[in-house]
């Protein structure tokens, strides 16, 4: 094995590279969604559940207990033995000859993936000093993007050519083996190195004092809430678009995941760097840039994404659905660059997974479910459509975010002078 390294970019681009499996894994399960649907034998409120709310209650469950340990230990073991755990469950996916047996393997897939982001994330906190973080954490966030686009393309080639067992297999395994890369080759740095402030270990608080810490901030409290719901409508789009595609435009499974991973992966990596740029480069200037940005992102994606589920036609939907994805990511950056700035030092990991608690329980948990209940109670009436009218519902979620970020700038400035008192 190479020396451990305490390079940023290397650490960045490895830190990638494990996202990026993180999301082929969590949404391999929408591109193969209507093959499993048919051979289980089960409805679409049962594969909402499988896709979001059975993978997201276990993962925001276990990722406070999991985000403790990275705060008081090597977070660079916990990225490692949480990304072996939920390989094995991805390939074990494929194995499976029930509905229960695959619940209870995306489980375990989200028990093991709570482990990845709030480790990696405040590893990158301590490389990356606070004018250059939402950049990073933008292109580290862009592996989710990337993790999707190979998800649904891959995915869907290797589900309509080989079966969506294979392909579960072909997802799952290798990442055995870059789970050993990570815990031989990535130095773990010291807390406070970016900002040159140093922390002992036992200076690390509680569960209890961390949550009370962060619950009295009310730009956090606001902050939690909005990528929340952002992140519901986001996930829900998701989700069910491939769907959408093959439902009501006639694509194949192939074509849908084709079509669905370039523009969700290479449209959402796009808007998830700029809006970590934007998040830095205004930043500077006021530090409510970045809860603007998330707004302004959102308010503006809500016309497209309405325009791609009512076109008449596969090339206008397209076109419409470019911008609605690039918007729509707009929010992930700046969000996580806040709740680093917002927190004390060793509290970055139990921080970030109280973010991902809100992003993933909403967004993840509700958002898919909402849609697949939503398509049963309407299927009887509109058929095929039905999910158009569903996405469509969906997209309120976007509004009631905005009013939460704009609540939390209000009472930012104070927030922050607290957090800086290390």
Not at 35 to 44: A, M, N, P, T, Y
Not at 119 to 145: C, H, K, V
Not at 203 to 224: I, M, W
Not at 353 to 366: D, P, T
Request: net charge neutral.
């Amino acid at each position: 094995m190479p020396p451990r390294s305490s390079q940023p970019r290397y650490v960045l681009a490895l830190l990638f590279v494990v996202y990026i499996f993180n999301f082929v894994d969590r949404n391999l399960l929408a591109i193969l969604l209507q093959d499993i649907k048919l051979e289980l034998g089960v409805s679409d409120t049962a594969m909402g559940f499988l896709t979001g709310t059975a993978f997201a209650l276990f993962y925001t469950t276990a990722g406070i207990p999991i985000a403790r340990l990275a705060d008081r230990g090597r977070r660079t073991v916990v990225i490692a033995l949480g990304l072996a755990a939920w390989s094995a469950m991805t390939a074990f996916s494929g194995l499976v000859r029930t509905f229960w047996q695959l619940a209870l393997a995306r489980v375990l897939v989200g028990v093991g993936e709570a482990a990845a982001s709030p480790a990696a994330q405040s590893l990158l906190a301590d490389y990356y000093p606070p004018e250059r973080r939402a950049t990073a954490l933008a292109i580290y966030s862009m592996g989710a993007n990337v993790g999707i686009l190979l998800s649904l393309a891959g995915g869907g080639f290797i589900g309509q050519y080989f079966g969506w067992r294979t392909a579960f297999l072909v997802v799952g395994l290798p990442g055995l083996l870059l789970a050993l890369l990570v815990w031989a080759t990535i130095a773990e740095p010291e807390r406070g190195a970016a900002e040159g402030v140093e922390t002992a270990p036992d200076e690390a608080p509680s569960v209890g004092e961390a949550f009370a810490y962060l619950t009295s901030l009310p730009a956090f409290r606001h902050l939690v809430l909005a990528a929340g719901f952002y992140s519901c409508a986001s996930y829900g789009f998701i989700t069910w678009a491939p769907t959408f595609l093959i439902r009501v435009h006639g694509l194949s499974q192939g074509e849908a995941g084709i079509w669905s991973g370039l523009l969700v992966g290479g449209g959402g990596a796009l808007g998830t760097y700029l809006g970590g740029r934007m998040s830095d480069t205004l930043g500077q200037r006021d530090p409510r840039w970045p809860l603007w940005t998330c707004a302004i992102g959102a308010a503006t994606m809500t016309p497209f994404a309405i325009g791609f589920l009512w076109s008449p036609s596969l090339t206008g939907a397209i076109v419409l659905w470019v911008p609605a994805a690039v918007l729509g990511h707009a929010y992930v950056a700046p969000s996580f660059a806040l709740t680093h700035a917002l927190v004390k030092l060793r509290m970055r990991a139990l921080a970030t997974a109280m973010m991902l608690f809100s992003l993933n329980l909403l967004g993840l948990g509700l958002g898919p479910l909402l849609i697949g209940f939503a398509n049963d109670q309407l299927v009887s009436r509109l058929g095929d459509e039905a999910i158009r009218y569903s996405l469509i519902g969906l997209l309120a979620f976007n509004l009631w975010a905005i009013v939460h970020s704009l609540l939390a700038a209000r009472s930012l400035a104070s927030d922050l002078e607290r957090a800086s008192e290390h």
